[in-house]
């Protein structure tokens, strides 16, 4: 079977790659490890007959991949749940535009959400930084993600947008395959999501309509909150966040990445929710016709996708608790127990020096930030 190669630099592996790549991939010692992870009570010859019976991505993702992600939430989570998907149509591709806080939960619940209301599962954005393994880049390959090239000049970024931007295209009009991208470049470190206009200009390269606007209604976007009751990975932001604050340049460790997924996979999240809102569609008429410049356009755009996902977001108590405590008041106090704080103030002595005012602070601000910004959408709802 012949593929176009115009993509073949950022694409998932074709359905007919996957059989062989599996048999490359099964004996690798990482990859035993989440086998074995996944698949607790069989041996590994049984395990590797399920391995080998995938013959698509599709296969991988449900007869793998869910499983992992059911013990990831089964033992690592106070659970999981999911609302909004039943408003949304099978057989038909959205583009999910989401909050992201964890490497690789964030698509990974979102495709159990999607695969448990029958609906058409992501193909998803991931770094090219990420997958710098060969076994994580066959991994990521392996379950739909595509890559996005960082570290490039102004000039390559242009190039490698324009190629990223079509490839979603093609995706979501060709293969009517969903597709899921972060509504910024990275993971927010700071709880303080922001949609950014550089994604929406991106997604605009591929537009040959008259109008940008009504090519983002053709994309079907749908905004996604992902939130967690416990970030397991806050205390290895906090270097980052310490550097930023003091406007100092931060340097990643060369495992920081592969660290940050392992310890999301398998740290204390307690409780998780994932929220579709609905399509984002008659905004966008009314963007077009308020007669605005396209940078300004843009930003409209930018914060009604915010605000969708404010309005789903999922407030915890920890959230709440952390507010109180970040602005000395007890505004939120009926939002939690006592022996709720008690648990989130030792939380916080097991990864923060208290004594220092600047450490607490970010972290707290960390866990804090969403209820500030929902206060900023969506008074009512708090």
């Known amino acids: 079977m012949e593929h176009s190669t115009k993509f073949d630099q950022i694409r998932p592996f074709n359905d007919d790659e996957v059989h062989?790549?599996?048999?490359?991939?099964?004996?690798?010692?990482?990859?035993?490890?989440?086998?074995?992870?996944?698949?607790?009570?069989?041996?590994?010859?049984?395990?590797?007959?399920?391995?080998?019976?995938?013959?698509?991505?599709?296969?991988?993702?449900?007869k793998i991949i869910y499983n992992s992600v059911k013990n990831i939430i089964?033992?690592?989570?106070?659970?999981?749940?999911?609302?909004?998907?039943?408003?949304?149509?099978?057989?038909?591709?959205?583009?999910?535009?989401?909050?992201?806080r964890d490497i690789i939960l964030d698509t990974s619940l979102l495709n159990v959400a999607l695969y448990e209301n029958n609906l058409v599962m992501t193909a998803s954005a991931i770094g090219d930084n990420l997958v710098n393994k060969p076994f994580l880049l066959a991994l990521s390959r392996l379950n739909r993600n595509f890559l996005i090239r960082r570290g490039l000049t102004p000039r390559e970024m242009l190039g490698s947008s324009k190629l990223v931007s079509e490839y979603i295209n093609n995706l979501l009009f060709k293969e009517n395959r969903s597709v899921w991208i972060a509504q910024r470049e990275g993971r927010t470190?700071?709880?303080?999501?922001?949609?950014?206009?550089?994604?929406?200009?991106?997604?605009?390269?591929?537009?040959?309509?008259?109008?940008?606007?009504?090519?983002?209604?053709?994309?079907?976007?749908?905004?996604?909150?992902?939130?967690?009751?416990?970030?397991?990975?806050?205390?290895?932001?906090?270097?980052?966040?310490?550097?930023?604050?003091?406007?100092?340049?931060?340097?990643?460790s060369s495992n920081e990445d592969f660290n940050t997924i392992l310890k999301g996979a398998t740290g204390q999240k307690g409780r998780m929710n994932i929220t579709a809102g609905r399509v984002i569609d008659a905004e966008l008429d009314d963007i077009e016709n308020s007669g605005e410049p396209a940078n300004k356009q843009f930003q409209m755009l930018a914060d009604i996708i915010d605000e969708k996902i404010y309005e789903n977001y999922k407030l915890w108590p920890s959230k709440y608790i952390a507010y109180d405590l970040l602005n000395k008041?007890?505004?939120?106090?009926?939002?939690?127990?006592?022996?709720?704080?008690?648990?989130?103030?030792?939380?916080?002595?097991?990864?923060?020096?208290?004594?220092?005012?600047?450490?607490?602070?970010?972290?707290?601000?960390?866990?804090?930030?969403?209820?500030?910004?929902k206060l900023k959408y969506d008074k009512s709802k708090i």
């Not at 074995?36 to 599709?58: A, G, M």
């Not at 470190?189 to 950014?196: A, E, H, I, L, P």
């Open 189 to 252: 470190k700071d709880g303080n999501d922001r949609t950014q206009q550089g994604v929406l200009k991106m997604l605009a390269l591929a537009n040959t309509e008259n109008s940008v606007m009504q090519y983002f209604k053709k994309l079907k976007i749908v905004p996604v909150s992902i939130s967690y009751e416990f970030d397991p990975t806050d205390v290895l932001k906090m270097p980052e966040l310490m550097a930023k604050h003091y406007d100092q340049e931060y340097v990643k």
């Open 74 to 100: 089964e033992r690592t989570s106070e659970g999981f749940t999911h609302s909004g998907f039943e408003k949304l149509s099978p057989y038909t591709a959205y583009l999910f535009i989401s909050n992201h």
């Open 329 to 373: 008041t007890e505004r939120f106090s009926d939002k939690y127990t006592e022996k709720e704080k008690r648990q989130f103030e030792r939380r916080i002595e097991r990864r923060v020096d208290t004594e220092n005012e600047v450490a607490l602070q970010n972290f707290l601000a960390m866990y804090a930030n969403p209820v500030v910004n």
């Open 20 to 62: 062989e790549a599996l048999k490359q991939s099964v004996n690798h010692p990482i990859i035993k490890a989440l086998l074995n992870f996944t698949f607790p009570d069989k041996d590994l010859e049984k395990v590797k007959e399920i391995v080998l019976s995938c013959h698509s991505i599709r296969d991988f993702q449900t």
